[in-house]
């Protein structure tokens, strides 16, 4: 899941200010996602007043293994190599499949998107992948042309991504040329005072060779204010330079298609399961393995960053490009996951279109039928997934999915005729009468065949105030169980250093480190019954929180209307209540 709202900051600020709701200049302390509300002043999930109070006289039952399905983990960082899941059964580096699970030299977990010729770095978004599928069958289809039920369908899912593939790609290329406006004039500036990275003053004394710099100058003293300093937001405005490369050179490039020759399965054959290869880390681990140090990077050995949990081994599945993932490679991630013993998956990824969901679920099934948690990033959009399709979820595509969508599609008909039956007044030329309503969210949609060991996350910010909830997070009174600390979030990345990053993928793992957590001390609990512990014993947030709705406008609402337990995930709370499950 690429963090999209990396770079609005700075286009923002041209229009009306910083987009991110809570400002970043400031020094948190590095573990506050870790620490407690009224002690500590900032709204983390209590987990070190958990450890001190709850936990101190007491020993975990069990380690629990949290497979965390992603880009790459580094297995060789300070923080995580102590902490990293072994396949026992296998003898590392002698290219026997040793255990007989049927992939090769599988030491600290497996890579879908490999093969001996190399790793897959980078793929299309699904909605890409979609056009280049249907593009040369529809991209000639008008409104009289006679097609069938499964063509009508087909032609549908062609206009939508279209649709959207505009809309993305005018986005990226327009974005794309406002950071490579500020990136040179934050190397002009470095390159004249001789630095690698110049100081504000630096830029103050600049002279700009236009208006178009002189605006540059201004978003970069703004967003360095909003980042908490220009060496933060030098590093976001290149990270932001080499996203929007990578988006235009390779997930909305239609030409694009390394799949075949480097991964080298038969991806028309969606139940396949035998291919990739054994490195986990892959060409950029940072993302995955940021989400690990917040899982269970070691609290033991004095360096570094504490995690969530305290006996957890972190299993490295790769399945994830730099792109949108594919509903395949989800599916036998999971899979290799629950067959190895895990008993959390961390799922901090997603995209708005799918491909082949069926396998996704049978692999959904599979893991609630083994007694394994999954807990799914709600994505980084600032959308309502009550009503955006968001993939992954926990929605199963079977019969009642099918009939639920053909009786809306019948509606949404009679809908259309009644409005334009009861129009009155002449029709303009090219135009019609139109009703402008809110749209009402059919809740019997949530009613429908899902699974019931699923977590969905969104992300919270530091402060208990009206900004509380992260700016870019998505939200959905139905669809959001909870929310998480998200923001700000300080981790491991490769090389065996440490950042902070934002999103929806760093609350996901807090919640999965706590599962985990409840999981050592309390090995008997289901996982619907530690999605419902967490739920109940949520931080409730009484006061409105700020967000900006559909038409752009920041007004604030209860936080129930934006997650279904209405508040921030508790450690402490959590494990109290644990501990009276076990007597049931």
């Given at each position: 899941m690429k963090l999209r709202y990396i770079l609005l900051f700075a286009l923002s600020f041209i229009l009306s200010g910083s987009a991110f709701s809570q400002s970043k200049d400031i020094k948190l302390p590095p573990n506050w996602y870790n620490l407690d509300l009224v002690a500590d002043g900032y709204f983390g999930i209590s987990t070190e007043k958990a450890y001190k109070e709850l936990l101190s006289d007491k020993?975990?039952?069990?380690?629990?293994?949290?497979?965390?399905?992603?880009?790459?983990?580094?297995?060789?960082?300070?923080?995580l190599k102590d902490v990293l899941w072994t396949n026992k059964k296998e003898i590392p580096g002698n290219g026997i499949d040793d255990d007989g699970n049927g992939y090769v030299d599988d030491i600290h977990g497996w890579n879908f998107i490999g093969s001996k010729n190399g790793n897959l770095a980078y793929d299309n978004l699904e909605l890409v992948r979609i056009l280049r599928e249907y593009g040369p069958k529809y991209v000639s289809t008008i409104r009289s042309t006679v097609l069938d039920s499964t063509q009508k369908e087909e032609y549908a899912l062609y206009l939508k991504a279209n649709a959207e593939f505009g809309r993305k790609y005018n986005d990226a290329h327009y974005t794309f040329g406002i950071v490579s406006v500020i990136n040179k004039v934050l190397d002009s500036v470095a390159v004249i005072n001789n630095k690698k990275i110049p100081t504000l003053d630096d830029i103050d004394k600049y002279v700009a060779d236009n208006e178009d710099e002189e605006q540059v100058k201004k978003i970069i003293r703004g967003g360095s204010k909003d980042s908490g300093g220009i060496d933060k937001f030098y590093k976001e405005m290149k990270d932001a330079y080499k996203q929007y490369d990578v988006m235009l050179k390779y997930n909305l490039n239609v030409k694009y298609d390394q799949r075949k020759e480097l991964v080298g399965d038969d991806y028309t054959n969606a139940r396949e399961r035998l291919y990739g290869n054994n490195d986990v880390a892959g060409p950029n681990a940072e993302h995955g393995s940021h989400v690990s140090g917040i899982i269970g990077a070691n609290r033991a050995n004095s360096i570094g960053i504490n995690g969530v949990a305290n006996s957890v081994s972190i299993m490295a599945i790769r399945v994830v490009p730099e792109g949108d993932e594919r509903d395949k490679d989800v599916a036998n991630g999971i899979r290799y996951a629950v067959d190895n013993g895990a008993k959390v998956v961390n799922m901090s990824f997603g995209?708005?279109?799918?491909?082949?969901?069926?396998?996704?679920?049978?692999?959904v099934k599979y893991a609630e039928e083994k007694g394994v948690l999954l807990v799914h990033a709600a994505g980084n959009d600032n959308e309502?997934?009550?009503?955006?399709?968001?993939?992954?979820?926990?929605?199963?595509d079977g019969p009642e999915a099918i009939a639920y969508k053909k009786s809306i599609k019948k509606d949404l008909l009679a809908t259309i005729k009644l409005n334009q039956n009861q129009a009155q007044g002449p029709v303009m030329r090219g135009g019609a009468n139109t009703i402008i309503k809110k749209v009402v969210v059919d809740t019997a949609k949530f009613k429908l065949p899902h699974a019931n060991n699923w977590i969905e996350v969104g992300a919270s910010a530091y402060a208990n105030d009206a900004n509380l909830k992260a700016s870019f997070s998505n939200y959905g009174k139905n669809n959001v169980d909870v929310f998480a600390p998200g923001f700000m979030i300080n981790s491991t990345v490769p090389g065996s250093k440490y950042?902070?990053?934002?999103?929806?993928?760093?609350?996901?793992?807090?919640?999965?480190?706590?599962?985990?957590?409840?999981?050592?001390?309390?090995?008997?609990?289901?996982?619907?019954?530690?999605?419902?512990?967490?739920?109940?014993?949520?931080?409730?947030?009484?006061?409105k929180v700020k967000y900006k709705n559909e038409r752009g406008e920041t007004v604030r609402i209860p936080f129930s209307d934006l997650c279904v337990s209405g508040g921030i995930a508790n450690a402490y709370e959590a494990l109290k209540l644990a501990a009276t499950y076990q007597t049931k």
């Open positions: 020993k975990p039952k069990q380690n629990v293994i949290v497979a965390v399905i992603d880009g790459g983990v580094d297995i060789n960082h300070e923080d995209k708005g279109f799918k491909w082949n969901k069926e396998v996704v679920d049978e692999a309502d997934v009550d009503v955006k399709d968001n993939y992954p979820n926990k929605y199963f950042e902070e990053f934002d999103g929806t993928s760093m609350a996901a793992p807090v919640v999965s480190g706590l599962s985990a957590l409840m999981l050592s001390y309390y090995p008997d609990l289901k996982p619907y019954q530690v999605r419902e512990i967490i739920m109940k014993s949520a931080t409730k947030v009484l006061q």
